[in-house]
């Protein structure tokens, strides 16, 4: 089953404008990962957030977590068409392995 | 250095036919993972390797689903008599270690439909 939403399903932008995309989840848990999809590269990782983290940056990248509302928000700055992607938060929880699971995505579309 | 790599990309079976799929991780990764991806959904946990041992098997559908990885490298997903629900893209993916604290590496995956 499904472990989050993500919010909006789609956002088209154009480039050079920022992209951000949330997501909520349902239990505790030990870190969120984002990951990136297309059908050029398949499922990539992004970024890594554990849970005492607020957040994160990685480049154009910027993440944070709020564990009280269970949330996670992604923003890409300046964003490119070769963002063009479908993007899914995932979530560990702190029992169990480090199983992902994973939100139902948001479909990305960067015109140029 | 080599990523993930799976075969068959693409597979197209008769209903009630047997598959196989199979997944190469990272060379000393320990932690294998398969996932099943519905059109539009996101991956869905199958079940999970440390090295030759399936820890979790929870997420396989049915029993006509098995998992192998007898060597601690190769993996391969079987299933059994292939029903159209079983029509998704399968994802294989690898860890460094068994932490929770790592990325996975997503190979390609195998594209399979059940007509």
Not at chain 1, 41 to 58: A, D, F, Y
Not at chain 1, 62 to 79: G, M, P, Y
């Amino acid at each position: 089953s499904q472990q989050g939403e993500e919010d909006p399903q789609a956002l088209s932008i154009q480039e050079g404008e920022n992209a951000t995309m949330n997501c909520s989840y349902k239990t505790s848990i030990n870190n969120l990962q984002w990951y990136r999809q297309n059908s050029g590269r398949g499922l990539v990782h992004l970024i890594l957030i554990r849970s005492n983290e607020r957040e994160k940056h990685s480049g154009r990248l910027r993440v944070t977590l709020d564990t009280s509302k269970k949330s996670s928000s992604l923003l890409i700055t300046a964003s490119r068409a070769a963002d063009t992607a479908s993007y899914f938060c995932a979530t560990v929880m702190n029992s169990g392995y480090s199983t992902l699971t994973f939100g139902k995505g948001t479909m990305l579309l960067v015109s140029p | 250095g080599a990523g993930v790599s799976q075969s068959p990309r693409y597979k197209v079976a008769k209903r009630g036919q047997d598959v196989a799929l199979r997944c190469d991780p990272i060379s000393g990764h320990v932690s294998l993972f398969w996932y099943q991806q519905a059109l539009g959904q996101g991956p869905e946990f199958l079940t999970y390797f440390q090295n030759e041992a399936q820890l979790d098997k929870s997420g396989l559908p049915s029993d006509r689903f098995f998992a192998e990885r007898p060597e601690g490298s190769v993996s391969t997903l079987k299933i059994q008599r292939t029903q159209q629900e079983d029509s998704a893209v399968y994802l294989c993916a690898s860890s460094f270690t068994t932490g929770t604290s790592y990325e996975q590496y997503f190979g390609p995956g195998t594209r399979l439909t059940v007509t």
